[in-house]
């Protein structure tokens, strides 16, 4: 029989449970959103699979309630290249051939014709870690050019922070704080990492702030000296803004370890925050910090 006429075994990231696949209902952020479709883009470059196109926009309404800053529609962020099936075929194939699960598919062989769904955010960054050229090279190549403003700067951020926000949850106890994902992280905490990072640089370096809050949360922060808020106009611009600093002070979110791992920056986390490695080279610049404790000396360096 002549394989080369058998139809391809294509890969899907599904990224919503309600995926009518112009638009979904509901569903996680960018950094989350953005495992399933690296972990599926890193298995079909593996298994020589083609990617069936995700449906990257979202109708959230909480999103327009709580976060004024970003309703997180993803509508225009990214634009299909010749590797995805994409348009009227997507439907078409998703619609024609049979669909089996991802930890099927990883198992054994795949029968020609099948589609394999990808589907949350399991190991967050472990399936596709090492394949952090293709992953950075293949997102800067579906953006938008309007979400790539980040690289028109003539130098990197010194020092990027990121001040999680919008849907993040305050806690009632430190406790809590420390136990609880998705929680809003005290702004004196990024204070005193910053002022701690300047004492080990020995001047004031230059910080931008990136964040889903208000001017007024963020004022303590961005009253310090050579401070400035920014804001390249997207969840996903603000991303590559992270990924190009020469160091992170990062929130407890999955978006600062997106930053961490596309650009390979040293980051700094608050305590209990550091949920996985994502440095490849240097991992021991990957810290959790608290205020009174040393920094390493290579804080200074970088």
Same mark, same amino acid.
């Given at each position: 029989?002549?394989?080369?006429?058998?139809?391809?075994?294509?890969?899907?990231?599904?990224?919503?449970?309600?995926?009518?696949?112009?638009?979904?209902?509901?569903?996680?952020?960018?950094?989350?959103?953005?495992?399933?479709?690296?972990?599926?883009?890193?298995?079909?470059?593996?298994?020589?699979?083609?990617?069936?196109?995700?449906?990257?926009?979202?109708?959230?309404?909480?999103?327009?309630?709580?976060?004024?800053?970003?309703?997180?529609?993803?509508?225009?962020?990214?634009?299909?290249?010749?590797? =995805?099936? !994409? %348009?009227?075929?997507?439907?078409?194939? *998703?619609? @024609?051939? +049979?669909?089996?699960?991802?930890?099927?598919?990883?198992?054994?062989?795949?029968?020609?014709?099948?589609?394999?769904?990808?589907?949350?955010?399991?190991?967050?960054?472990?399936?596709?870690?090492?394949?952090?050229?293709?992953?950075?090279?293949?997102?800067?190549?579906?953006?938008?050019?309007?979400?790539?403003?980040?690289?028109?700067?003539?130098?990197?951020?010194?020092?990027?922070?990121?001040?999680?926000?919008?849907?993040?949850?305050?806690?009632?106890?430190?406790?809590?704080?420390?136990?609880?994902?998705?929680?809003?992280?005290?702004?004196?905490?990024?204070?005193?990492?910053?002022?701690?990072?300047?004492?080990?640089?020995?001047?004031?370096?230059?910080?931008?702030?990136?964040?889903?809050?208000?001017?007024?949360?963020?004022?303590?922060?961005?009253?310090?000296?050579?401070?400035?808020?920014?804001? =390249?106009? !997207? %969840?996903?611009?603000?991303?590559?803004? *992270?990924? @190009?600093? +020469?160091?992170?002070?990062?929130?407890?979110?999955?978006?600062?370890?997106?930053?961490?791992?596309?650009?390979?920056?040293?980051?700094?986390?608050?305590?209990?925050?550091?949920?996985?490695?994502?440095?490849?080279?240097?991992?021991?610049?990957?810290?959790?910090?608290?205020?009174?404790?040393?920094?390493?000396?290579?804080?200074?360096?970088?």
């Amino acid at each position: 029989m002549n394989r080369s006429k058998q139809p391809p075994v294509f890969a899907f990231p599904r990224l919503s449970k309600t995926d009518l696949l112009f638009i979904r209902i509901g569903g996680n952020g960018l950094g989350n959103l953005m495992f399933t479709w690296a972990r599926s883009l890193a298995a079909a470059q593996r298994h020589g699979w083609r990617m069936i196109w995700p449906t990257w926009p979202s109708f959230k309404p909480k999103n327009w309630r709580v976060n004024p800053y970003d309703h997180r529609t993803y509508s225009d962020l990214f634009r299909p290249n010749d590797r =995805y099936v !994409s %348009g009227w075929r997507k439907p078409w194939y *998703l619609a @024609r051939y +049979r669909w089996i699960p991802e930890k099927q598919a990883l198992r054994g062989d795949v029968p020609p014709g099948s589609v394999v769904e990808f589907r949350g955010m399991e190991d967050k960054f472990a399936p596709f870690l090492e394949d952090h050229k293709l992953i950075r090279s293949e997102l800067l190549k579906i953006a938008r050019p309007q979400h790539l403003a980040a690289f028109s700067e003539p130098q990197p951020a010194p020092i990027a922070i990121h001040v999680r926000r919008g849907d993040f949850v305050e806690q009632a106890s430190y406790r809590d704080l420390l136990n609880v994902d998705n929680s809003v992280l005290p702004l004196q905490w990024y204070i005193d990492a910053l002022r701690a990072v300047r004492a080990q640089a020995g001047r004031d370096v230059a910080a931008w702030v990136f964040s889903d809050g208000t001017d007024e949360e963020l004022a303590g922060l961005l009253a310090l000296p050579e401070v400035q808020r920014m804001d =390249y106009g !997207s %969840g996903l611009g603000d991303m590559l803004g *992270l990924s @190009r600093s +020469r160091l992170l002070i990062a929130s407890g979110s999955t978006f600062s370890m997106w930053g961490s791992y596309l650009g390979q920056v040293p980051t700094i986390w608050h305590p209990k925050k550091l949920l996985q490695h994502v440095l490849l080279e240097y991992p021991q610049r990957e810290i959790e910090w608290g205020p009174g404790n040393a920094l390493p000396n290579w804080v200074g360096e970088v």
